[in-house]
Every structure is written in C-alpha cells, then in structure tokens.
C-alpha cells in the first residue's frame, strides 16, 4: 500500500529550496526576527546614550570646521547650534543615540532580514543576494564617510551667502537633519553600481543595453546628485557625480565580462545580434500539426 503525501500543512525547511510555508507562519516569523531587531536597536542606543559626548562633538565638528573662517572675518565667537526648547536637549541626546544604536547594530537586524528573506530564495539566487548584502553595506559606509568629509566645504559655501551683521543661529536639530540627509544621499548613490550589477547577475541588464543608454544614465546621475545634495554647491555635487560616474563604469564594465562569459558557455543568446524577421530557432509549426489535419500522401508518391 502507498501512502499518499500529507497536504493538511507544510512544514518549514529553513536554508532549502523550494520550502513552504503559511502565512501565519510567516507572520510569525516576520514578528521574532522584527522583535529581536528591535531589542538589538534598542541595547545599542542605550550603549550610545552612554558615549553621548564624543559622538555629539564628532557630529558638531565639521559644522565647527566649516563656520572657522566664516566666524574670523566676521569676528563672531564661538562655533554654537542652539536649542529652542526645555526639552530640546533630552530630545537631541535621545535622536543621536537612536541613530548611533541602529548603527552599532545594523550588522544584527541585517541579519535578521537576511534570516527571513532567505527561505523563500533558491540556491542561486541566495548567493547573488549574499554578495549583494556583503558588497553593499562597505559601499554605503564608503559613501556616507565621503558625505562627511564633503560636509564642512559644502556648509562653507552655503555660510558665505550670510551678509554682513547677520550672524547664523542654526538649531541643532535642523543641522542634524542636513546632516543625515546628506549622508543618506551619498550613501544611496554608492549602492546604484551596485543595484546595476545586480540586475544584469540575474538577466535583466545586458551589457548591450548598459552600453546604449550610458549618456543618459550619466546625465541622471549628475541630475541625481545636483538634487539629492542639500547644499546645492558644485564641489559637493561633483563629490557625489563623480564616485557615482565611476562606479557604474566598473559596473558596465563588469556586465560585458559577465555576458561575454554566458556567450562563451552558451548560457545566453546574442539576441541583439539577431534580425527581426530572422526565423527562430523553434520547431517548426509543421511538426506540431495534428497528424489528423495532415493530408495522406497520395498513390503517385
């Protein structure tokens, strides 16, 4: 007697293809990896809350740096961000360490991202979006360092538009907002190389296709950092057009290296080389007919 396979409930299989699971499983399992995130974010800004003053003086500092010649020809004191409330100061200790913490932890609550996504993932495609993963967070921390190193020239530039007896009393959580604004920028426009790899690993981009379109990709990207920088300047917007450039170069690079692989194995067709009314290369329709509608050869033959 053979017993007939149980289609009452499927039971998860974490880290195998083709696994199933119920919604509410999912739901379940979305809920743990979303509570254990949470709890690592917040043991993290607890230890941030800790190492306040450092990383307040390291956020303040290219606003400091920025604002040191503007202060001497104005003969204005000292570099100072202002609050304009009781509770402004607990507020901005309470922002910084949030922001700190899911820093600290981000490697952890990737992870739990990575644990929930990973299931419903073939092989394959498992290890492209490992790389993916591995490859992106440096280029994100790549681009945010450049945005910090980029910040105190862009303010400078923004500061000398103060006229005279006009000093600048900016609020502390404005300037931190800019702040993390333009590092999200910077950050988000390092991971678009990245994002183009990624589409042509898995078919999408050819490297024909990257080819034809580069001049107006460049110019989006150029357009990209011009709106995407808060502080409007050029030297800030070419801080970030010009990694950006060279990235997808080394992106559309690395595309024709990959297709000109898949020619070479005979994983892929060349279609772009292919004529519009070149005939493919499917059965022909004769020999799919049913042998029915055929006409039955006749004596002479």
């Not at 039971?11 to 195998?16: F, H, R």
């Not at 600290?104 to 991202?113: A, G, H």
């Amino acid at each position: 007697m053979v017993k007939t396979p149980r289609t009452r409930g499927t039971k998860k299989t974490s880290g195998t293809d083709g696994a199933a699971m119920p919604l509410m499983a999912h739901l379940r399992e979305l809920r743990g990896r979303l509570f254990k995130a949470a709890a690592a974010i917040a043991v993290g800004t607890v230890i941030a809350w800790f190492f306040y003053d450092p990383i307040i003086d390291a956020i303040i500092d290219p606003f400091c740096v920025a604002t040191e010649q503007f202060r001497e020809t104005r003969s204005l004191g000292e570099c100072n961000l202002i609050v304009d409330s009781v509770i402004g100061p607990f507020l901005l200790n309470l922002q910084v360490s949030i922001v700190a913490g899911m820093l600290i932890t981000s490697p952890f609550w990737l992870y739990q991202l990575w644990r929930f996504i990973t299931p419903g993932l073939h092989r394959n495609e498992r290890r492209w979006s490992l790389v993916f993963v591995f490859t992106s967070v440096p280029l994100f921390l790549a681009g945010v360092a450049l945005a910090f190193f980029v910040l105190p020239k862009g303010l400078g530039v923004l500061l000398e538009f103060t006229p005279e007896r006009v000093e600048p009393l900016i609020k502390v959580d404005v300037y931190l907002k800019f702040m993390l604004r333009t590092m999200l920028v910077f950050g988000i426009g390092f991971l678009i190389p990245i994002v183009v790899v990624l589409l042509n690993l898995i078919g999408i981009l050819s490297a024909k296709t990257l080819k034809r379109t580069r001049a107006w990709t460049v110019v989006g990207i150029f357009v990209f950092a011009a709106v995407g920088t808060p502080t409007g300047d050029p030297i800030t917007m070419l801080a970030v057009a010009l990694p950006m450039w060279l990235l997808y170069e080394g992106a559309v690079i690395f595309a024709r290296l990959h297709d000109r692989r898949k020619l070479a194995r005979g994983d892929d067709l060349d279609y772009d080389s292919l004529d519009d009314d070149e005939a493919s290369s499917i059965d022909e329709a004769s020999s799919i007919e049913d042998p029915d509608s055929v006409d039955p050869p006749s004596d002479s033959d």
